[in-house]
């Protein structure tokens, strides 16, 4: 810490974008600036300093990546190059000119990949009021990443006891969350993932009926039909390309397909085609995509539904943490890789 006039500042290290990225990203493509940072918030200011505690790696930021596109506008504005990129975090105040944030108040939600950020609290930023459960949840579980699988399965799915459902890259950051809730629910669970480890993690913690490794599969369609013999009731979707091809074989009449996200898709520069649509037709399936943001409002309604379950144990969350900012890059890019194992996120500061 150094002091400028009467101000003390910070050395603050930032991620940067070099570039718009096309195809797979790079470490190379993300950058580190070493900057200052004022400790205090101008008289009259309505912003608020915080120091960043966790960060959280998230498919989405794939497509901030990418050079602006129409396609993509309604869900994610692009990181602008030589500028830091942002994501979700949790973070601790240091100094606040906004009446709703006081020193030492911990909170999340989106600022820059430094350790020091400025920001301008709006509804996308939460107040953390729990602290008997690990502040890195706030990156998933009790986060943005929770709250689109409670999301998602209850208010887009409207599940029902006893119905069939599939949960794709289901060892991630929501997928893991989604199938614990269709247990809870009562329904029959089954899980993909891409590695023998991460099976056994959805079967042996997280308590799904069955898994199985996509990559081992010579015949998704024929996998889908082994572990659903009756058909697929929900579909949580996470991945797109041909996976989602082969469920829309395998779902029933009146199936919901809750479409989250699409990882295997973003890094292609021309998209797989899906070729079973007509199936939506024969089924009256319906298909919905949604955005997190859009459910904010019952992120408090979230809170009180979950964390009796994880108080009384009955809801396990694995996390993958990185320690030391200076490998936050090479945490987020093997996330486009399947290298983590659980929800990945950054420890940049212990307090």
């Not at 990156?139 to 709250?147: H, W």
């Not at 069939?164 to 993932?193: E, N, R």
């Not at 079967?203 to 996998?223: R, T, V």
């Not at 079973?276 to 089924?283: D, E, F, P, R, S």
Request: proline share 5%; aromatic share 12%; with cysteine.
């Amino acid at each position: 810490m150094t002091t400028s006039g009467d101000v003390a500042t910070a050395n603050n290290k930032q991620v940067i974008l070099r570039d718009y990225v096309t195809g797979f990203p790079k470490e190379s493509d993300l950058i580190f600036n070493d900057t200052t940072v004022d400790l205090m918030i101008p008289e009259g200011s309505k912003s608020v300093l915080v120091k960043n505690l966790y960060l959280s790696c998230d498919p989405y930021m794939r497509i901030r990546m990418g050079k602006p596109d129409p396609a993509t506008a309604a869900l994610a504005q692009p990181y602008k190059p030589g500028e830091p990129i942002y994501g979700f975090a949790v973070s601790k105040v240091i100094d606040s000119g906004n009446p709703d944030y006081s020193k030492g108040d911990l909170l999340w939600g989106v600022v820059g990949w430094e350790e020091y950020s400025v920001i301008n609290p709006t509804v996308s930023h939460f107040k953390i009021q729990h602290t008997d459960v690990p502040l890195s949840y706030y990156t998933g579980l009790l986060g943005m990443p929770g709250m689109t699988a409670y999301a998602g399965f209850y208010e887009i799915c409207s599940p029902k006891k006893g119905e069939t459902v599939f949960v794709s890259a289901a060892s991630g950051a929501v997928g893991q969350l989604v199938g614990q809730f269709a247990k809870i629910m009562g329904c029959y669970v089954v899980g993909s993932a891409g590695s023998k480890e991460k099976v056994d993690l959805l079967k042996n913690k997280f308590g799904f009926d069955e898994a199985f490794n996509y990559k081992e599969e010579q015949d998704l369609n024929a996998a889908l039909k082994r572990c659903f013999p009756e058909g697929i009731d929900i579909y949580f979707e996470n991945v797109g390309g041909k996976m989602l091809d082969e469920v829309l074989l395998n779902m029933k009449l009146h199936g919901r397909i809750a479409v989250c996200g699409m990882i295997s898709q973003y890094n292609l520069e021309d998209q797989e085609g899906v070729h079973n649509l007509a199936t939506v037709i024969y089924k009256r399936i319906r298909i919905q995509g949604f955005v997190v943001s859009d459910f904010f409002d019952k992120y408090y309604n979230f809170m009180d539904f979950v964390l009796p379950y994880i108080r009384e144990g009955k809801i396990t969350y694995v996390e993958d943490v990185v320690e030391g900012f200076e490998n936050g890059p090479s945490a987020l890019i093997g996330l486009f890789h399947g290298k983590n194992v659980g929800k990945q996120l950054i420890a940049v500061a212990r307090e």
